[in-house]
């Protein structure tokens, strides 16, 4: 298919397809985890034809992105994306395109059809699900259901890869990361094509964890892997599998 992207595990030979692979994909992570900035950084590899996103090669070049905003404004994704952009090659490249909305507006949706329909992508990427449900109690599949519906319509019409960043619920942060703690109803685990989730450590500042939580379409490793903040050019790299990962979600100043 001209609208998928693989990614290969980089520690085991079997196959981990990426988000650009699925119809509906969502990542799930805790507060300050550098979600939006993954996100970007996903979205600017594929766009840029690099070989690898986080260590996993991607396969398929030629693809457009649009990143659709929701939560920081335009001045401060402006400027997150002027730090990424030193890491990649951005001659003559019109594929990667930014859309921000405030998150008070009831229209997203119709303003993100119109970005797809006059940029024409491959992949779209919608930071945050939340901020796209105004308001509703998400818990509640009745409410959650309209906002998937608009989506998966999106998705079907254009014929575009939906990828969709969320939250877990606060709390029980040493149980993991487990698909349990997405936040909403049941309705969201059960849409999604593919779901990876991120957390931040305890143990470290700048260690992020990152987990395949499910995949209705392929088998995927059952393993943490460890990614690392780098502050200064605010870019996340794969530092590997990590077996002993429990320590990394123990709050040491917890009473």
């Not at 766009?47 to 649009?66: M, P, R, S, W």
Request: charged share 20%; net charge neutral.
């Amino acid at each position: 298919s001209p609208n998928s992207a693989i990614f290969f595990n980089p520690v085991k030979n079997s196959e981990v397809n990426s988000a650009a692979l699925f119809n509906v994909f969502a990542t799930v992570i805790t507060t300050g985890a550098n979600k939006s900035f993954m996100a970007m950084q996903m979205g600017m590899s594929i766009a840029t034809d690099e070989k690898e996103f986080l260590g996993f090669k991607i396969n398929v070049n030629g693809l457009k992105v649009l990143y659709c905003d929701t939560e920081c404004g335009e001045q401060t994704l402006v400027e997150r994306f002027q730090s990424l952009a030193t890491h990649f090659n951005w001659e003559s490249n019109q594929r990667f395109n930014l859309l921000t909305k405030g998150s008070t507006t009831s229209d997203i949706y119709d303003d993100l059809e119109s970005a797809v329909k006059r940029v024409k992508p491959d992949v779209v990427i919608v930071d945050c699900l939340y901020n796209t449900t105004n308001g509703a109690d998400i818990s509640k599949n009745h409410n959650l259901t309209p906002t998937l519906n608009r989506i998966t319509k999106i998705k079907e019409e254009f014929d575009v890869t939906m990828l969709a960043i969320h939250h877990f619920n606060k709390g029980n942060h040493e149980q993991g990361l487990l698909i349990d703690r997405v936040a909403g109803g049941s309705a969201l685990i059960n849409w999604s094509e593919h779901i990876n989730l991120l957390c931040k450590s305890e143990a470290s500042d700048t260690t992020r964890l990152l987990k395949i939580g499910k995949s209705r379409h392929i088998h995927y490793p059952n393993v943490y892997f460890g990614l690392e903040w780098d502050i200064e050019s605010k870019k996340l790299s794969n530092i590997g599998v990590i077996d002993d990962w429990k320590p990394h979600l123990v709050n040491k100043h917890k009473k």
